[in-house]
């Protein structure tokens, strides 16, 4: 019996990394890739997501340092004094972060790195803006890496690891819980939104349809009344 317990759980395990795996290259699964931005001297480098209600998000930005970009990171997590003189070489840079309708999640100014977070409260498209400031601006591009995650991917599994007590192939199973969670909810996301365009195109439809209906009714009118025209206008010249 505990062969074949140990056989299900391994078979289950497996399942859901395939399920996992097959979602996560369909996109369905968010996943988490820094990225490098190239900021022009002058104007603004802005990124966005489309991303549902009640999520999770969490970024982390810093300028790159083109001559070592290997240890900027690094650096920056270095002593105070190593980092002071970091920044005086690196750019500073100003960042806003809005919401689909305008409201600011995130404005910080005068910064080489940072980190924001917060939690959606609408559906839509979030965007983040990246600009030199106006005493920073020169010649050539400033580059900066941006590692934006959101939903499954910003959650600390090293904290909930240590805060329950759990490792191993439990932890595991936590993590591939918290996936096919994420797919269910991006499945229901997907269908809520396919249902609304699905309404939308039907109502545009119908309103189409009614105006067809109502151009054929004025040509129809516009006739009747050209030929009750043309007709007592012969009549008075007695042409007919």
Known sequence: MAENSNLRVRTAVLSLILLCSTFGNLNLVPVAEAIWLSIPSSGTKCVSEEIQNNVVVLADYYVINEDRPEHTQMSLLGNEKTLLLLLQAFHE???????PYGNNLHHNENVTHGQFAFTTSEAGNYMACFWLDSHQQQAGTTTLSLDWRIGIAAKDWESVARKEKI???ELDLRRLEGTVQSIHNNLIYLREREAEMRE????????VAWLSIMSLG???VVSVFQL???KNYFQKKKLI
């Open 93 to 99: 840079l100003a960042i806003l972060v809005t919401s």
């Open 167 to 169: 490792e191993g192939v």
């Open 200 to 207: 939308v195109s039907e109502r545009t439809n119908a309103r």
């Open 218 to 220: 004025v040509c129809i």
């Open 228 to 230: 009750w025209h043309l």
